[in-house]
């Protein structure tokens, strides 16, 4: 039984524009919810909620944010306010990696990195979860990785950012535990996206690659339980390589990510 509402509420679903955002907003819309797709590519973004406005009849409405910009969480729900837009759901879905040593990577790209990855979505998160929680009929999704399970060199940053993400959603789902809202980390492995070209190779992708409809079917069927868990692996692969790394020790988990991340 499907518990968890979705028409007469908005989701929020940031990196809309392309991959596992536009899936969350195509499975959100088909089921009857509202959206507000956020991403840079505001043409992308235009062409995605015409679409959808169209083939399901809910209003999407698309923004334009650089999410890598300390602050665009409490703006981003300022101007929603100032729209008279509620959210009951919000996606924390915009992130992204690269591949190569520490040492070779550009400081500033580091940086945006972590601001995305990391700072927008507990800027987003800690700026929309009063209503979230006040209102309980949606949920706070938000997109790690399997990289957040062992350090990953060669992605260094990428997988410390997405270890964070994990970390801070299963405790926000411990803290909310007593309202009605679904808090759910969903850490895909590799996922046919345009990720792997910003990250410039495909030796970052060990394993088969899912499709977008698969990762976020898994995250939708994980909400849609009586129980939501606090996180959930998408994918039969994915997930016993990630309970794998929870039982053999780190040295051993260490080695084997980086001869797979060919560091």
């Known amino acids: 039984m499907t518990s968890i509402s979705y028409r007469g509420t908005t989701a929020l679903i940031t990196g809309a524009s392309a991959g596992l955002g536009e899936e969350f907003a195509r499975q959100w819309a088909e089921r009857g919810a509202d959206l507000v797709l956020v991403a840079r590519r505001l043409d ?18 698309p923004l334009a944010a650089d999410l890598t910009l300390p602050g665009a969480g409490a703006a981003l729900r300022t101007e929603l306010r100032e729209r008279g837009i509620r959210v009951q759901t919000l996606v924390n879905n915009a992130g992204f990696g690269s591949h190569g040593a520490f040492l070779d990577q550009e400081p500033g790209e580091i940086a945006r990195m972590i601001q995305l990855n990391i700072g927008a979505v ?15 009929r949606g949920a706070l999704v938000n997109v790690a990785s399997t990289a957040a399970y062992q350090p ?12 964070f993400v994990l970390n801070l959603t299963e405790a926000l789902a411990y803290e909310t535990r007593r309202s009605a809202l679904r808090v759910l980390a969903v ?3 590799p996922v046919s996206t345009e990720f792997f070209d910003v990250v410039g190779t495909q030796d970052a992708a060990v394993g088969r690659m899912a499709t977008p ?4 079917t898994a995250a939708r ?4 339980r009586r129980s ?11 997930h016993l390589s990630a309970l794998a790394s929870r ?3 780190r040295r051993v988990a260490l080695t084997v990510a980086g001869r797979a991340l060919k560091a």
């Open 44 to 61: 992308r973004l235009e062409t995605l909620a015409a679409e959808l406005e169209k083939a399901y009849g809910v209003t999407a409405t």
């Open 122 to 136: 507990a800027e987003l998160s800690r700026a929309f979860l009063p209503d979230l929680v006040a209102d309980g």
């Open 152 to 163: 990953t060199p060669a992605m260094a940053v990428y997988g410390a950012t997405k270890a």
């Open 187 to 189: 850490s895909p492995g």
């Open 213 to 216: 409809a698969e990762v976020v």
């Open 221 to 224: 069927r994980a909400l849609e």
């Open 228 to 238: 939501t868990p606090p996180s959930v692996v998408a994918g039969l692969g994915t």
């Open 247 to 249: 039982f053999v020790p």
